[in-house]
T-cell receptor
């Protein structure tokens, strides 16, 4: 149990376009989902915390108008990178937390390349 | 105060040896300490986790040792195997379910044949 999926696994888009990444908890309900960004050979950087039915909480320095997060159901959260630029190229990873435990279960990640 | 310091940055161990990765924290409010394993191009996978009310937790070849007074915790991988070659992250969080994790900087482990 505790499987989290992400779609797509890899996406290439042109500069100025928007791209949506989906995060799904497949076999459990996740009241809270997290979105991370990871640069090559670096640690995970938390971007935002997403609670079902409410607005996401963004970490300091993360542009909420650029990285739109929606958590419409207990099994789905989406991250939309708007007006993407090459510097937004990165590995984006989501995680989901399953009540009542502390554990976070991570998705397989999405590699975004902006050309 | 929210940082978690991890060392070493990289580690090479012979097959069958013990891999040891250390983490230290400052914030005494942290009450959950997980370790994650990440393979290239994949998301992190939860390996093992500990709460501060115990000093050690063992699951198979993986053991967490926790020293509350020193504010340190470590991961020991016994009988290390080439398949253990990956990046390992320690993390910490505060205050219960679904709290955000503060990650260490990661350790790249390579287990040689």
């Amino acid at each position: 149990g505790a499987v989290v999926s992400q779609h797509p696994s890899r996406v290439i888009c042109k500069s100025g376009t928007s791209v949506k990444i989906e995060c799904r908890s497949l076999d459990f309900q996740a009241t809270t989902m997290f979105w991370y960004r990871q640069f090559p050979k670096q640690s995970l950087m938390l971007m935002a915390t997403s609670n079902e039915g409410s607005k996401a909480t963004y970490e300091q320095g993360v542009e909420k108008d650029k990285f739109l997060i929606n958590h419409a159901s207990l099994t789905l959260s989406t991250l939309t990178v708007t007006s993407a630029h090459p510097e937004d190229s990165s590995f984006y990873i989501c995680s989901a937390s399953r009540l009542p435990s502390y554990e976070q279960y991570f998705g397989p990640g999405t590699r975004l390349t902006v050309t | 105060q929210q940082q978690v310091k991890q060392s070493p940055q990289s580690l090479i161990v012979q097959k069958g040896g013990i891999s040891i990765i250390n983490c230290a924290y400052e914030n005494t409010a942290f009450d959950y300490f997980p370790w994650y394993q990440q393979f290239p191009g994949k998301g992190p996978a939860l390996l093992i986790a500990i709460r501060p009310d115990v000093s050690e937790k063992k699951e198979g070849r993986f053991t967490i040792s926790f020293n509350k007074s020193a504010k340190q915790f470590s991961l020991h991988i016994m009988d290390s195997q080439p398949g253990d070659s990956a990046t390992y992250f320690c993390a910490a969080s505060i205050g219960g379910t679904a709290s955000k994790l503060t990650f260490g900087t990661g350790t790249r482990l390579q287990v040689m044949l």
